[in-house]
């Protein structure tokens, strides 16, 4: 039974550059979730996919940021033209959708630094 | 508005001490979700427990208990017998609406000392 898996690990990048994270959900679990975890704090909701179709989407999600999930599988995150402020730890996490909210499970997060 | 308040930011105790974890909450939803989660150094959030607002029984796992109170908006969690592996940042979050987003709290480093 493997968990959410996500890659890379780890990014380095200077500011201005584009990079871009993947995530890989447990299979079966149609809501995907990105969260956004800063030093010391607790994650911030970003964006939410059931299936394919992305249905809510974070006002920290600026325009620089995007996320699909082609076939309703794996999903990406984009971030344009990095910021130093966008270094953080990126979590995925996905769950079932059956009535009520599910519990959630994480990944163990891509952590981006942003030079 | 919906928040979860962790006030405890660290804390500290020797091996075998109980220690509770306070967590409040403010939502007007009826209909909500509670949970426990803990970030050990590696960084993986894993999930301890779930508790929707109906159910308001303790709950007891092992070591690990749960004391939900919708009177004082309350979620707090309690380690009985603690011990270092207990050691990592515990975070509690509500769940709410249709999407089943997170909100979470700033968290509570726990640091069991031998």
């Known amino acids: 039974d493997t968990g959410v898996s996500q890659d890379p690990r780890h990014k380095i990048t200077k500011r201005g550059q584009n990079v871009t994270f993947r995530c890989d959900p447990i299979?079966?679990?149609?809501?995907l979730y990105w969260y956004r975890q800063t030093l010391g704090q607790g994650p911030e909701f970003l964006t939410y996919?059931?299936?394919?179709?992305?249905?809510?989407k974070s006002r920290l999600l600026s325009d620089r940021f995007s996320a699909e999930r082609p076939k309703g599988s794996f999903s990406t995150l984009e971030i344009q033209r990095t910021e130093q402020g966008d270094s953080a730890m990126y979590l995925c996490?996905?769950?079932?959708?059956?009535?009520?909210?599910?519990?959630?499970?994480f990944g163990p997060g891509t952590r981006l630094l942003v030079l | 508005a919906q928040k979860v308040t962790q006030a405890q930011t660290e804390i500290s105790v020797v091996e075998k001490e109980d220690v509770t974890l306070d967590c409040v909450y403010e939502?007007?939803?009826?209909?909500?979700?509670l949970f426990w989660y803990k970030q050990p150094p590696s960084g993986e959030l894993v999930f301890l427990i779930r508790?929707?607002?109906?159910?308001?029984q303790n709950e007891i796992s092992g070591r690990y208990s749960w004391n939900f109170q919708k009177s004082t908006s309350s979620f707090n969690f309690t380690i009985t017998a603690s011990q270092v592996v207990d050691s990592a940042v515990y975070f509690c979050?509500?769940?709410?609406?249709?999407?089943?987003?997170?909100?979470f709290g700033q968290g509570t480093t726990l640091q069991v000392k031998p």
């Open positions: 508790r929707n607002s109906f159910d308001e």
């Open positions: 979050a509500l769940g709410r609406g249709n999407t089943g987003k997170l909100i």
């Open positions: 996919f059931q299936n394919e179709a992305q249905l809510e």
């Open positions: 299979s079966e679990h149609n809501r």
């Open positions: 939502t007007r939803d009826t209909t909500y979700y």
């Open positions: 996490a996905s769950s079932p959708a059956r009535t009520g909210i599910e519990t959630q499970y």
